[in-house]
Each structure stands twice: as structure tokens, then as C-alpha cells.
């Protein structure tokens, strides 16, 4: 046990302290030896507790309690060693002192407290999930340390195959050592997997049309072996071959030619027997094209787009014709075309992925879209709060459009137990109310809505009502839970009762279900007397055990549209569309010639137009420029920049309904050109910039070269992950002409990189880019790292260990708790303050302390005389007849003195006569008034003596 200081140079006040205390001593002497001594000692001990306060002192003590950390490696290149882990740690906990404590951290691309410290010798089974893709033991070793008490000694013993990959292990060790944490290593021995792996595809990142350009596929393996090698050039097979393996690194080289511009991704895979591992069997590279951009034109049906389809050929334009379904949902793809057509194109054909990959293609890669309409487009498809309604210039619902004729909407959706079934992580009721909200959400104040639940029977969720409070009906909505059976006729009839006396324009029931009635009704006659009362039905079968004979049959007899869907995710779209049809506002077929509203590279060259027969009604939105509107001042023709891109919203159809006049248009081809030629991206490799990748670890490396060396200008990367999720990384100078950046690479995959840069006259300029991530890094390397887990051990203080027993060794650091005293050296100081102010400010002497002593000490039962008010007025009162007669002894000798100085001559002493009673009581009040004013006259001069110390 030691004494210690925290802030030991403080001590070095205590005489500079002191010699003031010493000068004020020397100069006190006219106070009393008792008053003056203790003023001494009080203000001394005041002044030391302060300065010891101020220093830190402190008591260090030796501990001999340990506190013990197992830190467990959990990343996949150590899956299989987690029983053992565990096992060690069982065994380990046996050897603890009941005052030990231990606790389990988990780690892999994170960390995170299994079990916490507790001096509980029993081990609870691992559960805790971490980030296996990774292996960053650094994170593991900061949290075992905030977790650990400074009041134990501690250890802390890492469990791992030292296959670090993320972050810097030894710095924190080394870390840990300067705080007297030992650091101990427990190899994680994985049984040796026979493994071949992919390790590297390396093709050229630029290229030309036509250039001839080299494939280098490096595999590594930890045997001999046969393995089919196949090569992949944008998903397609372009080589399949079976080669031999000889163990450790083997280098193949192939060859191939590009033809079409763009991006292009490879893929290479190995199939290998009796192969251990088979998530790294894979790798990836892409490369870009440089060369006439190509397009891809999507039409909703057959021979749709046969009017574009010639445009395009006339323009000498290269373009992929697909249908809906084969719309790429994968940015991997989507990079091969510069410009997406959208030929009315219903939404609920559209896959969700593919509807966020274009809409990321647009927003974060600089891609073009034009959507083109009909009856099947904008909002009567379907795209209200779909990712592609969002890079389009105009929304899917009419605003602030007073004469849109009114609605009554009853949606009947089936709420039996087999709605409850999930299919993407939603179950079908959950997308059945997600539908019924967006489709209210459609409705205007006019328009009037109900929602009818049905399982065995029906019920009115929502209470036919106008859309006046969005919420509330939504709120209701929600109420929906799936059980029970199916019964569909009572459920029709009653959303029949609500709709028949509505006073609206139109009045349109939509029905959904995934199953069979139980019950059996007169459908045609219902269905005759809802044509009767103006209303029309569609319905909606969702998966294969719905009855879709009886459902397609009733929206035949109800006049109107029939829908089927095995993918539940399409479930809001559909309704979404059909509510915007049920409304019919939205189809505007009516002859009028468009009127050019704003100047527009667009119409470069094009003086008129001609007439068109109709269009889908959109509403343009704020940062739009709408260049031609119809006779009703909608949008035809509209146009904006979204993020990167560019898009547009061609309201009328490809020329087979609407637009026939434009077909034989003799400008209709130079029209197309201007659309084309204004939503292609700029060039995507910019001769003045030079994109280089890479991978640092867990980090993504962006370098951009510019010719510009003199100059810093504004430049940003856009990242898009494998997961569509982009992220701006702002690239900062490193060199004269070099810009570097940063990005996090968690989840394999394609990683995407469009760089833009603003020029010294203002001018943009964009390269393209990307990294790949085949698989974990957990997965490039096999075996234990021995080499590491030595080199972290001796930076921790700590050494390998093997036996369980050694977890709790006493071989620890010497270590010392530490009590702090200087608290309570603060509190003295704190109550010696009073008392030396009481010192100073009472008048009291020893004899006064000792009569007080007295008192206290007499015993219990001994019977007062007075009370302590008593006495101190009697003793007060015998003062002061003291004073008064040492007063007029002074004045009788004053009297005599005088008499005897003026030389008078010596009479015989008379004796004095006694004054009357009035002579004696102003004698008296004089002598009070003297003693008063020298009472006065006595405190000032002991201020004035107490201000010159």
C-alpha cells in the first residue's frame, strides 16, 4: 500500500502557501496566545487540506482480483471452431476464484458483449449474430477493455485464426499493454478444407469496339485437382473448359472481342469435387466499351412499339427490343444502355427490383428515360409511388384539378386465413391494406370510398363516406387481420347496398381474394342489378388457389378488368391502377394540336406539330419544364435533369392510337432524334479524367487523374452498392491533378462509380467506373495466421496459450487499485472554514472556554443553579458595575490632580455630601455613554488592525 499524487508539482505551493501564513504570525502578537495559536494551527491544517486536495492524492493498493475477457472470433473463416471456442472457455471458467470475474465479447465485422462480467462460472451457449463477411479483432479488444473494471486485474484472451481483415489489431494491443491489460492468444485450429478458389479475373477497365483484349483468371489451391472452368461475358456462357490444377497458384489466359459500346460485366466460376469451400468459387470484372451508345426500347405489348422500332432504325441507333419481364433489375446490366424507352408499359409487369434499378440507373449513373404513354402508362398503369413515377418530370395523379368528376370506390378484399401467408417478408393482407391505402390516397374530396372485409362473413371496415380525412380511413384500414374462411357473394352484396344510391359520377367496385367461396349466390343477378344502379367491378386473383373462373366471369358481367398475379408485390399497383381507370379523367381522347409552352433543344428545328387524338393526364412537377401542353394546359411533352440523368414524359402514345398524324409526320424521325440526343448521358470516359479503383481492406479507393494540374476543382463520386443504395463520396486533392475518395465496401458485389467534375469554365465532366467484391475476404485464405497471432501477442504483453488453466494464471501485470483521498481532504478544508472565521469574528478568552468545559463535563444529575441565560447576564452585569466604579475612582483622582496643579492652597478634607436622586441616575447614564463610546471606538480600531493584516 502507497501513497500517491496525481498532480505531484502542486505540492511545491505548500511554502508559498505557508510564508504568508508566517508573515500574519509574526505580526499578530497583540492577540491573545491562545486566540492567536489556534488561528495558527486552523488555518495551517486549511491550507494543507487544500493543497493535498489539489494534488490528487490518492491510496494505491495492490489487487489481486482478476477480470478476464474472452474475445471469440465468429467470422466465417472460423464457423466451425466455435464449439472448441466454447469448450475452452467452460474449462477456463473452472480454474476462476469465486472474486474472479469473466465475460464473453463476440466479433467479426463488429463487436458485440455475449455475456457480460459476472463471477458466475457457468458459460450460456453463444447466440449473439455478428457481421461473418469480416474479421476485425481490434473492435473486439475495445470493447473488452471499456467492459473491464479498473478495480480488478485483467486479461483479455482472444480466440481467433488471426485472419484479421478489417481495422488494426496490434495498435490496440500494443494499447492495451500501456494500461496494464494483458492480452493472451488461443489459436482457432479449422480442420483443413480441401479448397480451390477464384482469386483473382482481371480484364482491361476501357476499351474499344472491336479491340481484342485478354482474360486472366488466376486459381489457387491447396491441391492437385481437375476443375470445369466457365467465362461469362454479361451473364452469357462464352467458354467452358475442363483444366487441371496443380496446387498453389495456377494463371490462365484467355481471349475475346467486344462489338457492342457500353458496360460489360465477366464472371468467372470454378466447379471443383470434393471442394471444401464453395462460396469462393467466383469472381467478377467489367470493363467499358467505348463506342455509339446503345438503347433499350420495352414494350408493354407486342408490336406497340413497332412505330419507335423504325425510328430507331432510321436513326442508325442500336437497341435491344424487351418485354417487360425481361427488363434487367440489376444495375450490372442496366449499364449496357444509355437510354431506357418505357412503350406504355403497364407497372404490375414490371418487376419492383427493375423499377429501382432503373430508377437508380437515372438518379446515380447519369442514365436516360423516356416514358411514352397510352392506356397502360403513367398513372393508369400503375406508377403512382413507384421508384419510376420519381425520375419521371410529372406525377401519376391529377392536383389541384377542379373538374375531375367524382368516385364512389368500395374495395372488397378478402381477409380469410390464408391472406395471412407471406411471400417476400409481407404476408398478402399486409399488401391487400398497403393497396387499399394508396388506392384512397388517389381519391379527391368529391369522391366517396368504404372498404369491405370478408372472411365466413362481411363487414363495413370503412363506412361509405367522402374522402374528407385520409387518415382516418387509412387508420381504419389498418385494422384488418386475416382468419376465418372465405365467403365472397355476402361481401359483394353489401358493397353493392353502399354504392347503389351514391350520388357520383362513376361508381366502381374492387375485389380481391386468394381462394374458393364457401358459399354460392346468384353473381349474375347481382351482378345485373349493379349495371342497373352505374356500377361496374374488376377483380383481382391473387396465386393459384384463387378462383379465377368465377373471378374472371365477374368482371366480365360487371364491365370491368380482370387481374391475376402469383406475386403479391404487385398487389398495390394493380389497385392503383385500377382506381385511376375506374375515375376515366385520366384517358383524354380528344383531337387538339399541342401547343409549344417553352423553348426547348427538344423541338430544335420543329416549327408545328400535328394533331393528336388523345393522351394520358399527368400533373408536371415543380422543377419540370413542360414544352408542349394540350388544349387543357396538361403536360405532353415534358422534360427534366434528375440527379445524373435526364428523363421525359411523352404523354401520347407510339403512334397506334393517339398519335397516327405523327407517324406520317415528316418530321417525326427529327423529333425523335432531339429526345434521344438530349437524354443520352454525356460521354461516360471523359478524355480528361482518368478513373482508377481499387480496394484498401474493408475500403473502396477512388483516384481520378485530371489534365487540369494547376487547379482544384469540384469533384464527387456517386457509389452505388450492390443493394442500389448510393452514397456521395466528395473527392478531395492529393496531388496537383489528383483527386482521391473513400467509400465502404460491406456486402460483395458490383460496386458502381460515376465521377463528375465541374471544369475551370463550368463545363461537366463524368467517367464511369466500378469495383468488384466476389466474395468475403473471409474466404481468400485458409488456416491460422501464426505469424499474427505471435506478433499481436508480444505488442499485448501476453503470449499463445493452450491450456484452459492459463486464462486465470496469475501472471498478470503488477497492478494497483487506487482509493482517492483527496475528496476528503476537500470536505476538512471545507469545515475548517467556519471555525477559523469563528475564531476571528468572537470575542471570547480561555477562562470563558474553560467555564464552558466545566459545565459540559459535570455529571449527569448534578442540578443547575441558574440557566446559561442567567449566567451569562449576571456575569455581564457585574461587568458592568465594575467599569462604572473604576470610572468614578478616575474621576475623583482627575479632580484632585487638577486642584493640586493650579496651586491652591491645602484645605482639610470635607466630606463630600451625597447628591439627590436625580444627581446620582444622570451621573449614571453619563458613565453608560462613556463605556459605549469606547466599546464603539475599541471595535473600529480592532477592523482597522484586522484590514492591515
Known amino acids: 500500500m502507497a501513497i500517491n499524487f496525481s498532480h505531484p508539482l502542486l505540492l511545491l505551493i505548500i511554502p508559498l502557501a505557508f510564508f504568508p501564513l508566517y508573515l500574519w504570525y509574526r505580526d499578530s502578537g497583540h492577540l491573545p496566545a491562545f486566540r492567536r495559536n489556534l488561528a495558527l494551527l486552523l488555518r495551517s491544517l486549511l491550507l494543507l487540506s487544500l493543497i493535498l486536495a489539489l494534488a490528487g492524492l490518492e491510496l494505491r493498493f495492490p489487487l489481486e482480483r482478476q477480470s478476464v475477457v474472452f474475445a471469440v472470433d465468429l467470422s466465417a ?19 476462476k476464484k469465486a472474486d474472479d470475474q469473466a465475460g464473453v465479447v463476440v466479433f467479426g465485422g463488429n463487436a458485440l458483449v455475449d455475456q457480460s462480467l459476472s463471477d458466475s462460472s457457468r458459460l450460456h451457449p453463444i447466440e449473439s449474430l455478428v457481421d461473418r463477411n469480416y474479421s476485425k479483432p481490434e473492435q473486439a479488444l475495445k470493447l473488452a477493455d471499456a467492459l473491464m473494471p479498473d478495480s480488478f486485474s485483467r486479461r483479455v484472451v482472444l480466440l481467433s485464426d488471426g485472419r484479421q481483415n478489417d481495422g488494426d489489431a496490434l495498435k490496440e494491443a500494443a494499447y492495451l499493454a500501456e494500461k496494464k491489460i494483458r492480452l493472451d492468444l488461443l489459436p482457432l485450429e479449422s480442420s483443413p478444407a ?9 480484364v482491361p477497365q476501357s476499351l474499344f469496339a472491336g479491340e481484342n483484349f485478354p482474360l486472366k483468371v488466376g486459381i489457387e489451391s491447396n491441391f492437385a485437382t481437375t476443375a470445369r472452368l466457365r467465362l461469362y461475358q454479361d451473364q452469357e456462357l462464352i467458354g467452358e473448359e475442363e483444366i487441371k490444377l496443380r496446387q498453389g497458384e495456377n494463371m490462365l489466359l484467355y481471349s475475346s472481342v467486344l462489338d457492342e459500346a457500353g458496360f460489360h460485366s465477366f464472371q468467372a466460376s470454378i466447379e471443383v469435387e470434393q471442394d471444401g469451400v464453395a462460396d469462393n468459387n467466383e469472381a467478377y470484372a467489367f470493363s467499358m466499351v467505348q463506342g455509339p451508345p446503345r438503347l433499350l426500347l420495352v414494350e408493354g405489348k407486342k408490336g406497340e412499339a413497332r412505330g419507335l422500332e423504325a425510328v430507331l432504325s432510321s436513326l442508325n441507333m442500336d437497341y435491344d427490343l424487351l418485354s417487360p419481364r425481361e427488363l434487367p433489375a440489376s444495375l450490372t446490366e442496366l449499364q449496357r444502355y444509355g437510354l431506357m424507352i418505357l412503350c406504355n408499359v403497364p407497372a404490375e409487369d414490371l418487376r419492383a427490383e427493375a423499377m429501382q434499378a432503373v430508377h437508380t440507373a437515372v438518379r446515380d449513373l ?48 378478402d381477409k380469410s386465413g390464408s391472406m395471412s401467408e407471406s411471400s417476400g417478408g409481407y404476408s398478402k393482407v399486409e399488401l391487400a391494406k398497403e393497396a387499399a391505402i394508396q388506392a384512397t390516397s388517389i381519391l379527391g374530396p368529391l369522391d366517396m370510398a368504404g372498404v369491405v372485409a370478408f372472411d365466413d362473413t362481411a363487414q363495413m371496415v370503412v363506412e361509405f363516406q367522402a374522402v374528407k380525412d385520409k387518415d382516418a380511413i387509412q387508420d381504419d384500414i389498418a385494422t384488418i387481420r386475416a382468419d376465418g374462411g372465405t365467403s365472397i357473394y355476402p361481401a359483394l352484396a353489401l358493397a353493392y347496398a353502399a354504392l347503389k344510391d351514391a350520388h357520383t359520377k362513376f361508381k366502381h367496385i374492387i375485389l380481391l381474394t386468394d381462394g374458393q367461396s364457401a358459399s354460392t ?117 415534358a422534360q427534366w435533369q434528375y440527379g445524373l440523368g435526364r428523363s421525359i414524359a411523352f404523354t401520347t402514345d407510339g403512334g397506334w392510337r393517339w398519335s397516327s398524324a405523327w407517324t406520317a409526320w415528316g418530321d417525326y424521325n427529327h423529333f425523335w432524334g432531339n429526345l434521344i440526343s438530349w437524354t443520352l448521358p454525356r460521354s461516360q470516359q471523359d478524355a480528361r479524367l482518368e478513373l482508377k479503383t481499387s480496394r ?13 494540374l494547376s487547379l482544384s476543382l469540384p469533384s464527387e463520386a456517386v457509389v452505388v452498392d450492390p443493394e442500389l443504395k448510393a452514397q456521395k463520396i466528395k473527392l478531395e486533392p492529393v496531388a496537383p491533378g489528383r483527386y482521391e475518395g473513400r467509400f465502404s465496401t460491406g456486402e460483395p458485389g458490383v460496386y458502381f462509380i460515376n465521377v463528375t467534375q465541374q471544369g475551370s469554365e463550368g463545363e461537366l465532366r463524368s467517367a464511369s467506373g466500378g469495383i468488384t467484391l466476389a466474395y468475403s475476404p473471409e474466404y481468400a485464405e485458409s488456416g ?62 480561555l477562562s470563558d472556554l474553560q467555564a464552558w468545559w466545566q459545565r459540559w463535563k459535570k455529571p449527569e444529575g448534578t442540578a443547575l443553579t441558574s440557566t446559561p441565560a442567567a449566567v451569562t447576564f449576571n456575569r455581564l452585569r457585574q461587568r458592568k458595575d465594575d467599569l462604572n466604579e473604576q470610572e468614578r475612582q478616575r474621576s475623583s483622582g482627575r479632580q484632585l490632580i487638577g486642584d493640586e496643579g493650579r496651586g491652591k492652597p491645602e484645605k482639610a478634607s470635607i466630606p463630600i455630601r451625597e447628591g439627590s436622586e436625580k444627581d446620582k441616575a444622570l451621573e449614571k447614564d453619563k458613565v453608560q455613554k462613556t463605556m459605549q463610546d469606547k466599546d464603539g471606538m475599541s471595535r473600529l480600531l480592532a477592523a482597522k488592525q484586522r484590514a492591515r493584516k
Open 77 to 95: 473463416s472460423c464457423e466451425n471452431s466455435r464449439e472448441a471456442a466454447e469448450n475452452f472457455i467452460r474449462e477456463a471458467l473452472k480454474h
Open 784 to 845: 491460422s495466421d501464426k505469424k499474427f497471432l505471435q506478433a499481436l501477442a508480444q505488442a499485448g504483453g501476453g503470449s499463445i496459450i493452450s491450456e484452459p488453466r492459463e486464462a486465470f494464471a496469475p501472471n498478470l501485470p503488477v497492478a494497483h487499485g487506487v482509493r482517492e483521498l483527496w475528496p476528503w481532504f476537500l470536505m476538512l478544508a471545507a469545515l475548517l472554514l467556519p471555525l477559523d472565521i469563528a475564531n476571528r469574528r468572537l470575542a471570547y478568552n
Open 366 to 413: 447519369g442514365k436516360g428515360l423516356i416514358m411514352v404513354g397510352g392506356e397502360d402508362s403513367f398513372g393508369p398503369g400503375g406508377y403512382f409511388n413507384t421508384p419510376v413515377e420519381k425520375a419521371l418530370p410529372v406525377y401519376m395523379d391529377l392536383r389541384g384539378k377542379k373538374e375531375i368528376p367524382s368516385l364512389g370506390l368500395v374495395l372488397v378484399i
Open 194 to 202: 480441401r479448397d480451390a478458389r477464384v482469386k483473382s479475373l482481371e
Open 696 to 708: 484498401e481492406g474493408r475500403q473502396g479507393l477512388i483516384q481520378v487523374d485530371s489534365r487540369e
Open 521 to 637: 349466390g346468384d353473381y349474375y343477378f347481382l351482378s345485373r342489378r349493379m349495371a342497373r344502379a352505374g356500377i361496374t367491378m374488376s377483380t383481382v386473383a391473387v396465386g393459384e388457389g384463387a378462383d379465377t373462373l368465377l373471378l374472371e366471369q365477374l368482371a366480365a358481367w360487371g364491365q370491368g378488368r380482370y387481374y391475376f398475379s402469383d406475386e403479391i408485390s404487385n398487389i398495390p399497383r394493380i389497385f392503383t391502377k385500377e382506381t385511376m381507370k375506374a375515375i376515366k379523367s385520366y384517358l383524354v381522347e380528344e383531337s387538339f394540336f399541342p401547343v409549344l409552352t417553352a423553348e426547348s433543344p427538344l423541338m430544335d428545328g420543329i416549327s408545328a406539330v400535328p394533331v393528336l387524338e388523345g393522351y394520358v393526364a399527368t400533373t408536371p412537377k415543380k422543377a419540370a419544364q413542360v414544352v408542349l401542353s394540350s388544349h387543357r394546359q396538361d403536360p405532353v411533352l
